[in-house]
């Protein structure tokens, strides 16, 4: 079970609740919903061999939301007073403009998330400046040690400890604690003034003593310098329509790019998405299933409810190659009439909640990974990318390689630089012809960004073979 | 420390308020320090189809506070400007900055180089729009971008925000800096869906300004944005070949942009710029001249001062083809060896990194028609995605779309395609800078033509 978190840790009472909840929902108010959080988030970064930055921020505030019909009013405030409550009620409630209800609000019942995917404390998360320092230092040493041609190493561990609670029109209040962290290593490779770049990372809803498990953190100093160093000698990437092999983990923002962005129930209520009249039908070849999960334990993207109070839950949405759902938040899911999801979520309280993912991935196949290599006579094997961005509408996406080789006769041969993908969302998966048995999860670096919000998020991927995918290099195949 | 000194904080008190946090953090051990306090309303409004779809208003406050301990550094931020949670900020920056190590070249500007006059900039404009104005105003555009053409049958939305806001800079050379700013925008992002096959194209067109007086017409924009969409209907991919790319002025800005974050001081001394090394040396052929511009009058990116305080000013960074500037703070100016730029920029939680203030490209003199009537075959580029941009290599490949031009005329949309090339090769090869600049955000470029890139399609 997740805490209970004491409303007097905001300051406030449960008569100011239902106070500000009264007079928010107004009689064509369908809901409201009162969200308060403190952040406390820290960084600290090391770049030419010297931890010379540290930031701490604190915040925090509440939001006040009523949506009426289709339409959402919002207020925010970094201020708690039961002024400052009613103030936001009033603007949040200025879209519906009717009298108010005759229903009271009901009393909240007080309620705990009914899992816990994150027991890690804030001392877990708040360890002392002195010991992410020597981490990072030994990051810079060990990255260094790797190869000589390294450069420059630039690391960086960011924390955040999130407290959240939500009271509803519909008598919730919820609360919960929301840690997490993310270590980031970059290397700079440099060979006879061939400079190349390399990055590695990873985290999750953890506590520090996750980095230190076997040695982690210098895993990730030495990827960063293994990807860097491989790029010095990597050749540019070929032009053209080519099968591509996609490797396991990371690589899986090709599934959040070009199929979930546009699953979310925003867009699909709007039918501004590629995908708005594609629900029962097939949308990817049929040894593709795909899940957003945000239930499993420690990742980036699972939560134990989502912003709106809703427990998260493991959403299926292509299922052997037909699109079985959307992923959704209260308002969307009222206005279409199919279940609520547990997806509502929101940056932070000076933020409207948004359907975003959670983890993505695409379940295991049946194929050997060699296997799926073997079968292509010339093609790219793409095993780590940069970013990515979809447009809803068109359903086109792009994302960039970041570690790829050539496959030629069947072989991995040699590492490729400056390749991206290119393809259409409801397209890309029917030309999945080959799923690995090897379904991995990204290391849990992941930001999605939406109408300006970034939240964090998961993705998974076993290997894959795309049959034919633009793949926009510099030279002609 | 006390904590027992009581601090007002009203409207118009933020200098003394900054004072008061420079002297507890003096207190506190610091040698030297600044604080930022940035607050503002907003209020955004956003129709769909005709109804308002979502309403938000808000007032926010932040105080930033950067200390120096000797050479050792640490910054931080609060919403709460309670005198208890001010002084424990002040203690906890304390601490953490004697938990980092000495950085020798870390510290505030020098004294004599603060800057000394704060010229009004014209950025403030006290118009409070009322919410039903702005839902108005947002919803004539979206009306006009509906009533274009038929193929828009729906649409993402009309967007209306107004906001305002102050900063308030202070140090403890005895720097205290103050501005206010607003700013409005109008945005609308029509759909357009092909009547034979059913496929949808969404575009989007906007307008911000700092001075209400000076916005177009909702319907202007309106009527633009459904331009924008209804042509991108019927896209193809194209052959993979290798052709002249021209720009349009949204995409070009893109590419200023990449051309800044190269300059940028702290990606220099990193050694993680394909710029690094190459000041004084030709960049571009000699017709192109970049400026960046702090104080231009009612400018989206003008401020009088930096945010370390130092005064901005109109940097030349490419000078006939030459790269003459690097864009540099005082810290990443002492890491080259180099004096600062006047283009420190402060998010309020944050120590200070470089950001362009107007950083355009010198107009030539072909207007966008004349420059694709030279391109025979080849691409006219509208629309770029992705993030293939590696700043160290300057390798390039983005998700692009567009038109085919043929023989000097746009002859069909296209999209599903990448363009490639690296940008140190892509600045030699413009070819052509058209005459079409306008202000519309922090970077901006008229047309250019690049002689050749990679087109990756069928």
């Known amino acids: ?477 | 420390m006390s904590s027992s000194r009581s601090i007002q904080v009203s409207n118009g008190s933020y200098t003394h308020l900054a004072a008061e946090v420079l002297a507890m953090a003096k207190r506190g051990g610091a040698t030297e320090a600044d604080v930022v306090i940035a607050d503002g309303e907003n209020l955004s409004v956003q129709i769909r189809l005709g109804a308002v779809d979502r309403l938000s208003k808000a007032r926010e406050k932040r105080l930033g506070l950067r200390v120096f301990v000797g050479t050792r550094s640490a910054t931080t931020s609060t919403s709460d400007f309670s005198p208890e949670s001010l002084n424990r900020l002040v203690t906890e920056t304390c601490t953490l900055a004697k938990a980092v190590v000495e950085d020798p070249v870390s510290g505030l500007p020098s004294a004599e180089h603060m800057a000394k006059e704060q010229p009004d900039l014209d950025l403030y404009d006290e118009t409070k729009l009322e919410t039903d104005k702005q839902i108005d105003l947002a919803k004539r555009a979206e009306a006009a971008a509906m009533a274009m053409d038929e193929r828009i049958t729906n649409s993402e939305g009309a967007d209306f925000d107004s906001s305002s806001g102050r900063v308030v800079l202070g140090n403890s050379h005895g720097f205290v800096g103050e501005y206010r700013s607003s700013s409005y925008s109008l945005a609308v992002s029509p759909v357009a869906v092909d009547p034979v096959s059913g496929a949808m194209q969404r575009d989007a067109w906007y307008e911000v300004q700092r001075k209400f007086s000076k916005m177009g017409t909702p319907e202007s924009i309106g009527i633009e944005a459904a331009r924008r969409a209804v042509r991108r209907l019927g896209a193809r991919k194209v052959a993979t070949k290798r052709v002249p790319v021209v720009f349009d002025q949204e995409t070009a800005g893109s590419l200023l942009g990449n051309l800044c974050s190269a300059a940028s001081g702290y990606s220099l001394y990193k050694g993680a710029s394909f710029l690094t090394g190459q000041l004084g040396k030709q960049l571009a052929p000699e017709y192109v001249t970049v400026y960046d511009d702090g104080r231009m009058l009612g400018g989206l990116g003008s401020r009088p001062f930096d945010g370390e305080g130092l005064s901005t000013r109109k940097n030349t960074i490419v000078e006939q083809g030459i790269l003459k500037s690097y864009l540099l703070d005082t810290y990443s100016g002492r890491k080259l060896g180099l004096a600062s730029t006047g283009n420190a920029s402060r998010s309020v939680g944050e120590s200070p990194s470089v950001g362009p203030t107007n950083f355009y490209l010198v107009p030539g003199t072909k207007s966008p028609e004349d420059i694709i009537k030279t391109v025979k075959d080849g691409l006219y580029v509208t629309e770029l995605i992705g993030f293939g941009i590696n700043m160290v290599t300057g390798d390039y490949s983005r998700g692009a779309g567009g038109f085919w031009i043929e023989n000097g005329e746009l002859a069909y949309p296209v999209e599903e395609i990448t363009i490639a090339g690296n940008l140190k090769q892509m600045f030699k090869d413009i070819e052509i800078i058209g005459s079409d600049l306008v202000f519309r955000g922090r970077i901006t470029s008229p047309t250019i033509k690049i002689a050749e890139m990679m087109v990756a399609g069928n």
Not at chain 1, 80 to 107: H, M, N
Not at chain 1, 156 to 164: A, D, G, L
Not at chain 1, 390 to 404: C, H, L, P, Q, W
Not at chain 1, 435 to 453: A, F, N, P, R, S
């Open chain 1, 1 to 477: 079970m997740g805490q209970l978190i004491p409303l007097d840790s905001f300051g406030v009472t449960e008569r100011d609740l239902v106070g500000a909840l009264g007079r928010v929902k107004v009689r064509d108010v369908d809901y409201a919903d009162l969200y308060f959080e403190s952040c406390i988030s820290e960084s600290v970064s090391m770049e030419e061999s010297l931890v010379k930055r540290a930031t701490k921020s604190i915040s925090q505030g509440v939001g006040v939301r009523a949506t009426a019909g289709e339409k959402t009013g919002f207020a925010y405030s970094d201020e708690l007073t039961k002024k400052d409550l009613e103030l936001a009620a009033d603007t949040a409630r200025y879209i519906a403009s009717s009298p108010v209800g005759t229903q009271p609000v009901p009393a909240p019942v007080h309620a705990r998330p009914s899992r816990d995917l994150y027991p890690v404390s804030q001392g877990q998360v708040e360890v002392a400046t002195a010991d992410r320092v020597t981490l990072l230092n030994q990051i810079d040493a060990e990255a260094r040690r790797y190869d000589p041609r390294i450069k420059n190493v630039m690391a960086s561990f960011n924390t955040e400890y999130k407290v959240i609670m939500v009271a509803t029109s519909d008598g919730t209040l919820i609360g919960d604690v929301q840690p997490l962290s993310r270590l980031q290593v970059t290397c700079i490779a440099e060979e006879q003034g061939n400079r190349q770049i390399g990055s590695f990372g990873g985290g999750g809803r953890i506590g520090f003593e996750f980095y230190r498990e076997r040695n982690r953190y210098l895993d990730y100093a030495r990827e960063a310098a293994r990807i860097a160093i491989l790029n010095l000698s990597a050749v540019d990437a070929p032009a053209g329509v080519m099968p591509v092999v996609l490797g396991g983990g990371w690589p899986g923002i090709l599934l959040h790019e070009a199929i979930g962005h546009g699953l979310e129930a925003d867009f699909n209520r709007k039918k501004t998405s590629a995908f708005s009249t594609l629900l029962g039908k097939r949308v990817a070849s049929d040894v593709c299933t795909i899940v957003d999960d945000g239930t499993l334990p420690g990742r980036r993207g699972s939560l134990n409810m989502d912003d709106e109070g809703t427990s998260t839950s493991r959403t299926t949405l292509i299922e052997k190659g037909i699109l079985r759902g959307y992923i959704t938040d209260k308002l969307n899911a009222r206005l279409m009439g199919i279940p609520v999801t547990g997806n509502g979520r929101r940056e932070s309280y000076q933020s409207i909640v948004l359907p975003r993912m959670t983890n993505t991935f695409m379940l295991a196949g049946q194929s050997a990974p060699e296997d799926i290599i073997k079968s292509v006579r010339k093609g790219l094997y793409a095993v780590s990318f940069g970013g990515g961005q979809v447009d809803i509408t068109n359903g086109k996406f792009v994302f960039s390689a970041s570690e790829a080789y050539l496959i030629e006769d069947g072989k991995i041969t040699k590492p490729v630089k400056g390749a991206t993908l290119i393809g259409s969302g409801p397209e890309i998966l029917t030309k999945v012809s080959m799923v690995g048995h090897d379904l991995k999860l990204d290391e849990g670096i992941g930001t999605c960004g939406k109408e300006g919000q970034s939240v964090p998020v998961g993705v998974g991927l076993p290997t894959i073979r795309i049959d034919e995918i633009t793949v926009g290099g510099t030279q002609a195949g």
